[in-house]
T-cell receptor
Framework: DTGVSQNPRHKITKRGQNVTFRCDPISEHNRLYWYRQTLGQGPEFLTYFQNEAQLEKSRLLSDRFSAERPKGSFSTLEIQRTEQGDSAMYLC???????????????????FGSGTRLTVV | TQLLEQSPQFLSIQEGENLTVYCNSSSVFSSLQWYRQEPGEGPVLLVTVVTGGEVKKLKRLTFQFGDARKDSSLHITAAQPGDTGLYLCAGGPNRDDKIIFGKGTRLHILP
């Protein structure tokens, strides 16, 4: 397994266009998370999935944002009618989940992808 | 709302010096993680601390979880240019499986 993969690495788009990002998590991880990070800030939670179920969405995720994980494997994050304020690094992470007995609490943590840098011009 | 405050925000020191960065909250966390992030990349997990008072060492890095599980520190001995990066602390999960991040400490080690 090569870790969490995100595509594309960079995306420049004009304001008003739609964009879609893809995340391929570590195959045995059942949890998948999307975070957004702007310059000088830590990652901010957007949404997460357990398998194909979307369990929580942040208030940061406006109606223009939608995320899917159709078969419980890869996930997509779509932004419609992009705005300049959407410019950020979009990070995907996966984990086995806190309750997993296989890893245990002492090894808990997320594995992040390299992110997709979105620039809206 | 749970918040993690990291200090200092920026730190620039000479190679060979020691340093400590802090992560504080008014909330109790089930565990706390430290990540390092380099420009243009995602954060990479360094360590997870779970028990109050726990100390973990990773080569020249020493991580401590506060007794009350509300704060943590990262101490680097004899800093090297390769230690340069953004150090993020993250707390949780608590009731759900979500962790929250501090804003990070941007560390620059001068050769």
């Amino acid at each position: 397994d090569t870790g969490v993969s995100q595509n594309p690495r960079h995306k420049i788009t004009k304001r008003g266009q739609n964009v879609t990002f893809r995340c391929d998590p570590i195959s045995e991880h059942n949890r998948l998370y999307w975070y957004r990070q702007t310059l000088g800030q830590g990652p901010e939670f957007l949404t997460y999935f357990q398998n194909e179920a979307q369990l929580e969405k942040s208030r940061l995720l406006s109606d223009r944002f939608s995320a899917e994980r159709p078969k419980g494997s890869f996930s997509t994050l779509e932004i419609q009618r992009t705005e300049q304020g959407d410019s950020a690094m979009y990070l995907c992470a996966s984990s086995l989940g806190w309750a997993s007995r296989a890893r245990g609490a002492r090894n808990y943590g997320y594995t992040f992808g390299s992110g997709t840098r979105l620039t809206v011009v | 709302t749970q918040l993690l405050e990291q200090s200092p925000q920026f730190l620039s020191i000479q190679e060979g010096e020691n340093l400590t960065v802090y992560c504080n909250s008014s909330s109790v966390f089930s565990s706390l993680q430290w990540y390092r992030q380099e420009p243009g990349e995602g954060p990479v997990l360094l360590v997870t601390v779970v028990t109050g008072g726990e100390v973990k060492k990773l080569k020249r890095l020493t991580f401590q979880f506060g007794d009350a599980r509300k704060d943590s520190s990262l101490h680097i001995t004899a800093a090297q240019p390769g230690d340069t990066g953004l150090y993020l602390c993250a707390g949780g999960p608590n009731r759900d499986d979500k962790i929250i991040f501090g804003k990070g400490t941007r560390l620059h080690i001068l050769p």
